[in-house]
């Protein structure tokens, strides 16, 4: 198996253990045939257990390098955009007076997302019996870090520091490798819903960008991909709901109100329609409660002061009824108590 991190290797080793590795590649070479059952070793030592991803992180978002820089004078490395927010580097205290990339590190960096990030990957061979160009799988040992989970991982740890572009970078592969998936498989539940996940992930990104077309377009993706489930499953529905109420957002922000409202209704039908599979789920309750607030605000703002002043009360009767179901949920609770104050500011000023 040609492993990734084969050159980097060499360069550290001794003479003596390069030529052994490349012994072992070309026993696996001739093995091709059974690389189904192999299983994957990495020179750097990533299978045995004991890989750390600390050389290949960044200090300040705690996700892996993106755009590496290396701070000069004092040689510390951080993602670019990480850094670029400090005058001293956060390490040492050492004044930062320019930025220069590393390349060679981000390389190291992207082959590891390549090679190792993942569970099993499909490699060319030849079949030594019949000459054949054939795809084989390896699977790698170390379970914890199925690419797709991992790049996730990555990217949410990247969007909590504010570091938009790696995560959106990391999401983006991940969407690729799923819509690989698809193609090879067609549109499977699993496949759908992860796939409906990280492309609403993809949006809030955008979103935060400021980046208003690609995130609907993200948004609409997201939809399409969880609209081919059964609406049988409460996670479903919330992350259905919530892409649909997220592209009424951006465009009540745009000043379009009526495909805002337009959107919000579409999401209240859902969580309307989930209820009567989940009548005992506070949490879908809660939600219902927000979607006809956002339906009532957007009709008073349209001038239809009838409906939305029915909205508003209907939302409240559903969040007062529910007071009891939520006391043993602290986190509920809360939430309920917060939705509802909202709600009745808004029928005062009405």
Same mark, same amino acid.
């Given at each position: 198996?040609?492993?990734?991190?084969?050159?980097?290797?060499?360069?550290?080793?001794?003479?003596?253990?390069?030529?052994?590795?490349?012994?072992?590649?070309?026993?696996?070479?001739?093995?091709?045939?059974?690389?189904?059952?192999?299983?994957?070793?990495?020179?750097?030592?990533?299978?045995?257990?004991?890989?750390?991803?600390?050389?290949?992180?960044?200090?300040?978002?705690?996700?892996?390098?993106?755009?590496?820089?290396?701070?000069?004078?004092?040689?510390?490395?951080?993602?670019?955009?990480?850094?670029?927010?400090?005058?001293?580097?956060?390490?040492?205290?050492?004044?930062?007076?320019?930025?220069?990339?590393?390349?060679?590190?981000?390389?190291?960096?992207?082959?590891?997302?390549?090679?190792?990030?993942?569970?099993?990957?499909?490699?060319?061979?030849?079949?030594?019996?019949?000459?054949?160009?054939?795809?084989?799988?390896?699977?790698?040992?170390?379970?914890?870090?199925?690419?797709?989970?991992?790049?996730?991982?990555?990217?949410?740890?990247?969007?909590?520091?504010?570091?938009?572009?790696?995560?959106?970078?990391?999401?983006?592969?991940?969407?690729?490798?799923?819509? %690989?998936?698809?193609?090879?498989?067609?549109?499977?539940? *699993?496949?759908? $819903?992860?796939?409906? +996940?990280?492309? =609403?992930? &993809?949006?809030?990104?955008?979103?935060?960008?400021?980046?208003?077309?690609?995130?609907?377009?993200?948004?609409?993706?997201?939809?399409?991909?969880?609209?081919?489930?059964?609406?049988k499953d409460s996670e479903v529905v919330h992350a259905l709901s919530v892409s649909i109420n997220k592209m009424g957002d951006l465009e009540y922000y745009a000043g379009d109100l009526t495909a805002a409202r337009a959107h919000y209704a579409k999401s209240l039908d859902v969580r309307r329609s989930a209820l009567q599979d989940y009548s005992e789920l506070s949490s879908q309750v809660l939600d219902i409660a927000v979607s006809l607030a956002k339906v009532a605000d957007v009709?008073?703002?349209?001038?239809?002061?009838?409906?939305?002043? %029915?909205?508003?009360?209907?939302?409240?009767?559903?969040? *007062?009824?529910? $007071?009891?179901?939520? +006391?043993?949920? =602290?986190? &509920?609770?809360?939430?309920?108590?917060?939705?509802?104050?909202?709600?009745?500011?808004?029928?005062?000023?009405?």
């Amino acid at each position: 198996m040609a492993c990734p991190f084969v050159r980097s290797a060499s360069r550290v080793q001794s003479e003596d253990t390069s030529v052994a590795q490349g012994t072992l590649e070309r026993n696996d070479s001739s093995n091709k045939s059974a690389a189904a059952a192999a299983v994957g070793k990495c020179p750097l030592g990533y299978d045995s257990g004991s890989f750390k991803l600390g050389p290949f992180s960044c200090v300040i978002c705690r996700a892996l390098l993106f755009q590496t820089s290396k701070c000069v004078p004092c040689g510390h490395i951080f993602c670019r955009l990480c850094i670029s927010r400090f005058e001293d580097c956060p390490l040492c205290g050492a004044g930062i007076e320019s930025l220069t990339a590393h390349d060679e590190l981000q390389q190291q960096v992207d082959q590891f997302i390549e090679g190792h990030a993942r569970v099993k990957r499909s490699i060319p061979c030849v079949n030594e019996d019949s000459g054949q160009k054939e795809t084989s799988n390896v699977m790698y040992e170390d379970v914890s870090l199925e690419r797709g989970s991992f790049l996730v991982q990555q990217a949410m740890r990247a969007f909590q520091a504010q570091n938009l572009e790696s995560a959106s970078a990391r999401l983006e592969l991940c969407a690729a490798d799923i819509k %690989e998936e698809l193609e090879r498989h067609g549109p499977t539940p *699993e496949i759908c $819903s992860q796939l409906g +996940a990280v492309l =609403g992930m &993809l949006g809030d990104c955008s979103r935060s960008m400021g980046s208003t077309g690609p995130a609907i377009s993200y948004y609409n993706e997201s939809v399409e991909m969880l609209s081919k489930l059964p609406v049988k499953d409460s996670e479903v529905v919330h992350a259905l709901s919530v892409s649909i109420n997220k592209m009424g957002d951006l465009e009540y922000y745009a000043g379009d109100l009526t495909a805002a409202r337009a959107h919000y209704a579409k999401s209240l039908d859902v969580r309307r329609s989930a209820l009567q599979d989940y009548s005992e789920l506070s949490s879908q309750v809660l939600d219902i409660a927000v979607s006809l607030a956002k339906v009532a605000d957007v009709d008073r703002a349209l001038g239809n002061n009838g409906p939305a002043s %029915e909205g508003f009360q209907e939302a409240i009767k559903m969040l *007062e009824n529910l $007071s009891g179901n939520t +006391a043993e949920s =602290g986190s &509920l609770e809360r939430r309920r108590l917060s939705i509802l104050e909202f709600l009745h500011g808004q029928t005062k000023d009405a």
